[in-house]
Structure formats: structure tokens, C-alpha cells
């Protein structure tokens, strides 16, 4: 087979817009284009899932996504293209691996083959390789399996190729995918390594290869910890502990669905190390491993929210960073969110890093400062503490349209919870409260707006937090369809998808059962 050429050049240039592209002419807010997200990358239209590919190279940030290029229902799995010099401004482009009559397109991952180790291109011009997992389908002679194949570019992105010989990968498996390739170096040895999930039998599979075509088992690790559904999109990344290049820990992250602490789709981590062959949990984090016997919440979720999946890192971030994104959504009712023409968005890009927080190393997680030092402070701010004793206080009206970055602060009084209700009025809103009987941060949405599509959307999320120095400081990411919470300095993450009514606009304060005092508070708007 020959080589076939599968996709146009880049469009020609145009002003990206936040969260999207700004190829296409001014929308009518009507429908639910009202709860297109300002600062969230969504396609202009029709179904997108997992991030893929995610790869920055040459000074852009590319994000391929799992992709219908024709529908707003997934199917015609393919991989859309955006890219983005900031994180913050998408440009979307033309599909960039599309599905075939043999093939859907399903989750992987990109690399810059620096070396041309893959013959792919050349010394000169080396190439960069999509590894995806090829679901093939009818009238394919693999029908029914799932095995990794190789898609490459020599222009930097725009035109994919498919490798004449895939699949590079094939295990006989129905349910191999999703591959994460990253390039090890250790000591005088420098490899390609996969991790991909044998999705049924919840194990990650490690495999070595020196030229991306030809791969070696390295070792298996699982099932452990959470099991109750189908390991999806793995990573594996190694991180400074404390900012110390000299005592690093390697960080292995098993997206699962359904099984999340949450309900439904979630994404689990593993902290420990990894040889070059094996990955070793270590038995410090939260609950060690085991076999999956443990109440869910004992083990370790980058986010306590029911809208971050598939959340995997960019290869190559500049600096070390670590960065990463995951789809806004969740399994259980992702068919039926008000979505329209437009239907999925990426969460916020996060970087992680490791921390030690009473003796457990843990991931930190902040909202990249690309996008975190646009907000500006806007009027609404609180000018001094308030006590809140008992009561529902309103704070300030905020913009319905626009997105915003929402900082309270709080000191506990005799009150057993207290928070912040968003997008309010009329008995609506969404609520992200601290009990203090219970030592949790919650978000209840069980009257942000729109619930009633799917009954499984109605939820109330929760996530111990350590507080600090006796305070709650709440930061708080609100597009329009969505509230991304961070609290105990990046430990605790809640991402939720939001449909509030368009009239409710409150932003209030409360407490019940005595009283709480909000020390500050401060609205940002992008600048
Ligand atoms: C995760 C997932 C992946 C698969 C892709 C198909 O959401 O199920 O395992 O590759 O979506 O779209």
C-alpha cells in the first residue's frame, strides 16, 4: 500500500479567538451557543472527545482530539487539529487523521522525531509521528481489533501521512489503545517508550522501540488501586519533587471509565518510579495500591469533579513543564449535554508538579499562567472581611457572557458550611461550600440551570481538603458552560460542566448552622 496523503495544508492565517478558532464569522448567541466556552477550546462544530497527540513544537501547542468530522455523535473517529502559540488562542485546522472505510481513528499520542530514527523523513527534515490506535472495522481483514499504527508530518503539522505498514503494534487484542510515546533517556541509553492500556483487563502495557516501527514488551502494571471500569489513556512522566532536580518521581496517570471517584468517567494516578522497564508504585501516596478493594476515595484522582477525562500532558512543553489537558465531559451523559453546533470542549491546560504535603508526594495542579495572568480584577471586589452568619449574602452580579476567574477567601466561624453560590438568582445556582463536619470541599449542581437532559448530570462532587493555615482560598475558573475549582494550593481540583439559567447571575455568600467570615474576594475578567 502505498503511502496516502491525507489532509490540506494549514488554512491561511487568521486571529485565533480564546477557546477557539477565528476562522469562521460571527455567531449568533443563540441556542446553545450561549454555552460555547469563552476560554475552553472547542471545534466549531460537531463531536470531539480525548485530547490527542497533544505535542509543542516550533513555538505551537498542538492539540489533535478525538473527532467526527461529521456529526455531532461519536463516530468517523479521526483526529481534529488546533494549534496555539499561548494556550489560550486556538486556531482550528483541517482534520488531521481522518478515518477510512478500515479504520476509526482512536486515542494516541505525537512525538518530533528528532533523529529521523523512524526512516520516516529525513536527517534534514525529520518527521513528527502520530502513534494512534487503529480501531479497524469492516471489511478490514482486523476487523474487531485494536493494534497501534503510525500517521507522520514533514511540514510541522498540517499534512499527515499514514505508514505504509501499519500496524506498527499488534497485540491480537480487541481492546489495546490509546498510546502514549515519550522519548527515555537514562544514563548512555535513549528510547522510545509506549504506555497503552490492555483496556479490559485494566493493565498499562510498556513497550521499548529504538525507531518507532518495531516495539518490545517491556513489562505490565495492574490492575491496581481503581478497577471498576475499562483503563483508558495512560501516561507516564517523570517530575521534580519540590522543585529538586536531584529527587524526581515518575507519575503514571490511568484515565477510567466508568469507576471515577466521582461517577462515572475519572482519572486516576500513580506516584513512583520507573527503571526504563517497570513502572514501581511507591507506598506513599494516599492509599498505596491494591487490588481495587478500597472505598474509591482512598485512592489518588487528579480531580473530584465528573467532567475531566482522558487527561493526558503535552510531549516537549518548553522548560520542563509539565502540562496537562482533559476532555470537559464525562461518559455517563456525554450524548446528551446541550451542546449545538459545537459539542465537547478541552478542560483548562494544567501544569503539574510534585509536591511533598505531610510526608505524601502529591501532585499540584495550577491553571497554566499563560491564561491565569490575563484575569484582571474587576470592580466586584470585596473591600474588606464580611461575616456571613446564617444567610445567603449577595456579593455582586457577574456576567452571564464572559468567562472569569473567581478568588474567595475564607476563615471557618461556629458555621458547619459556608461558600460561594455562582450563577445564582431565583433558588438557582451552583454552590462550592466547605464542611467542616466532613473536612471536604463540595460543588453541587443540582440547581445549576439545566440539569434534567440526562439523569445522571444532577450531581454533588466532594474533595478532602487540607486547610491552610485555617483559611479556604478558593480559586475558581467559570466559562460558560463550565467551573473548574482550585483549592489547598493546586491539591484539590473540581471540574464540572454547568448549564445555568441566563438570568441567573448572583454571586453570593453563605453559611449554615452559624457563621463563616469571606476575609476577600475578587472577580478577573480576561484582560
Ligand atoms: C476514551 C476512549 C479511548 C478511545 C477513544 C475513542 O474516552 O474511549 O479509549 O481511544 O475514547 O474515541
Same mark, same amino acid.
Given at each position: 500500500?502505498?503511502?496516502?496523503?491525507?489532509?490540506?495544508?494549514?488554512?491561511?492565517?487568521?486571529?485565533?479567538?480564546?477557546?477557539?478558532?477565528?476562522?469562521?464569522?460571527?455567531?449568533?448567541?443563540?441556542?446553545?451557543?450561549?454555552?460555547?466556552?469563552?476560554?475552553?477550546?472547542?471545534?466549531?462544530?460537531?463531536?470531539?472527545?480525548?485530547?490527542?497527540?497533544?505535542?509543542?513544537?516550533?513555538?505551537?501547542?498542538? /492539540?489533535?482530539?478525538?473527532?467526527?468530522?461529521? #456529526?455531532?455523535?461519536? +463516530? !468517523?473517529?479521526?483526529? *481534529?487539529?488546533?494549534?496555539?502559540? $499561548?494556550?489560550?488562542?486556538?486556531?482550528?485546522?483541517?482534520?488531521?487523521?481522518?478515518?477510512?472505510?478500515?479504520?476509526?481513528?482512536?486515542?494516541?499520542?505525537?512525538?518530533?522525531?528528532?533523529?529521523?530514527?523512524?526512516?520516516?523523513?529525513?536527517?534534514?527534515?525529520?518527521?513528527?509521528?502520530?502513534?494512534?490506535?487503529?480501531?479497524?472495522?469492516?471489511?478490514?481483514?482486523?476487523?474487531?481489533?485494536?493494534?497501534?499504527?503510525?500517521?507522520?508530518?514533514?511540514?510541522?503539522?498540517?499534512?499527515?501521512?499514514?505508514?505504509?505498514?501499519?500496524?506498527?503494534?499488534?497485540?491480537?487484542?480487541?481492546?489495546?489503545?490509546?498510546?502514549?510515546?515519550?522519548?527515555?533517556?537514562?544514563?548512555?541509553?535513549?528510547?522510545?517508550?509506549?504506555?497503552?492500556?490492555?483496556?479490559?483487563?485494566?493493565?498499562?502495557?510498556?513497550?521499548?522501540?529504538?525507531? /518507532?516501527?518495531?516495539?518490545?514488551?517491556?513489562? #505490565?502494571?495492574?490492575? +491496581? !488501586?481503581?478497577?471498576? *471500569?475499562?483503563?483508558?489513556?495512560? $501516561?507516564?512522566?517523570?517530575?521534580?519533587?519540590?522543585?529538586?532536580?536531584?529527587?524526581?518521581?515518575?507519575?503514571?496517570?490511568?484515565?477510567?471509565?466508568?469507576?471515577?471517584?466521582?461517577?462515572?468517567?475519572?482519572?486516576?494516578?500513580?506516584?513512583?518510579?520507573?527503571?526504563?522497564?517497570?513502572?514501581?508504585?511507591?507506598?506513599?501516596?494516599?492509599?498505596?495500591?491494591?487490588?481495587?478493594?478500597?472505598?474509591?476515595?482512598?485512592?489518588?484522582?487528579?480531580?473530584?469533579?465528573?467532567?475531566?477525562?482522558?487527561?493526558?500532558?503535552?510531549?516537549?512543553?518548553?522548560?520542563?513543564?509539565?502540562?496537562?489537558?482533559?476532555?470537559?465531559?464525562?461518559?455517563?451523559?456525554?450524548?446528551?449535554?446541550?451542546?449545538?453546533?459545537?459539542?465537547?470542549?478541552?478542560?483548562?491546560?494544567?501544569?503539574?508538579?510534585?509536591?511533598?504535603?505531610?510526608?505524601?508526594?502529591?501532585?499540584?495542579?495550577?491553571?497554566?499562567?499563560?491564561?491565569?495572568?490575563?484575569?484582571?480584577?474587576?470592580?466586584?471586589?470585596?473591600?474588606?472581611?464580611?461575616?456571613?452568619?446564617?444567610?445567603?449574602?449577595?456579593?455582586?452580579?457577574?456576567?452571564?457572557?464572559?468567562?472569569?476567574?473567581?478568588?474567595?477567601?475564607?476563615?471557618?466561624?461556629?458555621?458547619?458550611?459556608?461558600?460561594?453560590?455562582?450563577?445564582?438568582?431565583?433558588?438557582?445556582?451552583?454552590?462550592?461550600?466547605?464542611?467542616?463536619?466532613?473536612?471536604?470541599?463540595?460543588?453541587?449542581?443540582?440547581?445549576?440551570?439545566?440539569?434534567?437532559?440526562?439523569?445522571?448530570?444532577?450531581?454533588?462532587?466532594?474533595?478532602?481538603?487540607?486547610?491552610?493555615?485555617?483559611?479556604?482560598?478558593?480559586?475558581?475558573?467559570?466559562?460558560?458552560?463550565?467551573?473548574?475549582?482550585?483549592?489547598?494550593?493546586?491539591?484539590?481540583?473540581?471540574?464540572?460542566?454547568?448549564?445555568?439559567?441566563?438570568?441567573?447571575?448572583?454571586?453570593?455568600?453563605?453559611?449554615?448552622?452559624?457563621?463563616?467570615?469571606?476575609?476577600?474576594?475578587?472577580?478577573?475578567?480576561?484582560?
Amino acid at each position: 500500500m502505498n503511502p496516502k496523503t491525507i489532509n490540506h495544508a494549514l488554512q491561511p492565517a487568521a486571529k485565533p479567538r480564546p477557546g477557539g478558532d477565528g476562522v469562521e464569522p460571527p455567531r449568533e448567541v443563540s441556542g446553545s451557543e450561549n454555552y460555547r466556552p469563552a476560554i475552553h477550546y472547542t471545534p466549531r462544530r460537531n463531536w470531539i472527545n480525548d485530547p490527542n497527540g497533544l505535542l509543542h513544537h516550533n513555538g505551537l501547542y498542538h /492539540l489533535f482530539y478525538q473527532y467526527n468530522p461529521n #456529526s455531532s455523535v461519536h +463516530a !468517523n473517529m479521526s483526529w *481534529g487539529h488546533a494549534s496555539s502559540t $499561548d494556550l489560550l488562542h486556538w486556531e482550528e485546522h483541517p482534520v488531521a487523521i481522518p478515518c477510512d472505510e478500515e479504520e476509526q481513528i482512536f486515542s494516541g499520542s505525537a512525538v518530533f522525531d528528532a533523529h529521523n530514527s523512524s526512516g520516516l523523513g529525513t536527517v534534514d527534515n525529520p518527521p513528527l509521528v502520530a502513534v494512534y490506535t487503529s480501531a479497524y472495522t469492516n471489511p478490514s481483514a482486523l476487523a474487531g481489533r485494536q493494534a497501534q499504527s503510525l500517521a507522520y508530518s514533514l511540514d510541522g503539522g498540517s499534512i499527515w501521512t499514514k505508514y505504509a505498514a501499519n500496524p506498527v503494534l499488534d497485540r491480537g487484542s480487541a481492546n489495546f489503545r490509546d498510546p502514549k510515546v515519550f522519548r527515555h533517556t537514562q544514563g548512555e541509553a535513549s528510547y522510545w517508550v509506549m504506555v497503552a492500556v490492555e483496556a479490559q483487563a485494566r493493565t498499562v502495557e510498556l513497550y521499548r522501540s529504538e525507531n /518507532l516501527t518495531e516495539w518490545t514488551h517491556l513489562s #505490565s502494571f495492574g490492575p +491496581a !488501586n481503581a478497577t471498576g *471500569g475499562v483503563w483508558e489513556c495512560p $501516561d507516564l512522566f517523570e517530575l521534580p519533587v519540590d522543585g529538586d532536580p536531584d529527587t524526581t518521581r515518575w507519575m503514571l496517570v490511568v484515565n477510567l471509565n466508568p469507576g471515577g471517584v466521582a461517577g462515572g468517567s475519572g482519572a486516576q494516578y500513580f506516584i513512583g518510579t520507573f527503571n526504563g522497564t517497570t513502572f514501581t508504585p511507591e507506598n506513599t501516596t494516599t492509599a498505596g495500591t491494591d487490588a481495587g478493594t478500597k472505598p474509591l476515595r482512598q485512592y489518588d484522582w487528579l480531580d473530584w469533579g465528573r467532567d475531566y477525562y482522558a487527561a493526558v500532558s503535552y510531549n516537549n512543553a518548553p522548560d520542563g513543564r509539565r502540562i496537562m489537558t482533559g476532555w470537559m465531559n464525562n461518559w455517563d451523559y456525554a450524548a446528551d449535554v446541550p451542546h449545538e453546533p459545537w459539542c465537547g470542549a478541552m478542560t483548562l491546560p494544567r501544569e503539574i508538579t510534585l509536591t511533598r504535603h505531610h510526608g505524601v508526594i502529591r501532585p499540584s495542579q495550577h491553571v497554566v499562567p499563560e491564561i491565569d495572568n490575563k484575569f484582571k480584577a474587576a470592580a466586584a471586589s470585596s473591600d474588606g472581611p464580611r461575616v456571613i452568619q446564617d444567610e445567603i449574602q449577595l456579593l455582586a452580579t457577574h456576567d452571564a457572557n464572559e468567562a472569569q476567574r473567581i478568588d474567595a477567601v475564607f476563615t471557618p466561624g461556629t458555621g458547619t458550611e459556608f461558600g460561594l453560590i455562582i450563577r445564582g438568582g431565583n433558588g438557582h445556582g451552583t454552590r462550592i461550600a466547605y464542611n467542616t463536619s466532613t473536612g471536604c470541599l463540595h460543588l453541587d449542581r443540582t440547581k445549576s440551570g439545566v440539569v434534567a437532559f440526562n439523569s445522571l448530570f444532577s450531581s454533588i462532587e466532594s474533595v478532602p481538603v487540607h486547610l491552610s493555615n485555617g483559611t479556604l482560598a478558593l480559586h475558581i475558573y467559570l466559562d460558560k458552560s463550565s467551573v473548574e475549582v482550585f483549592t489547598a494550593d493546586g491539591l484539590a481540583t473540581i471540574t464540572d460542566q454547568i448549564f445555568p439559567l441566563e438570568t441567573s447571575q448572583e454571586l453570593s455568600a453563605y453559611a449554615n448552622g452559624g457563621s463563616a467570615t469571606l476575609d476577600s474576594l475578587t472577580i478577573g475578567y480576561l484582560s
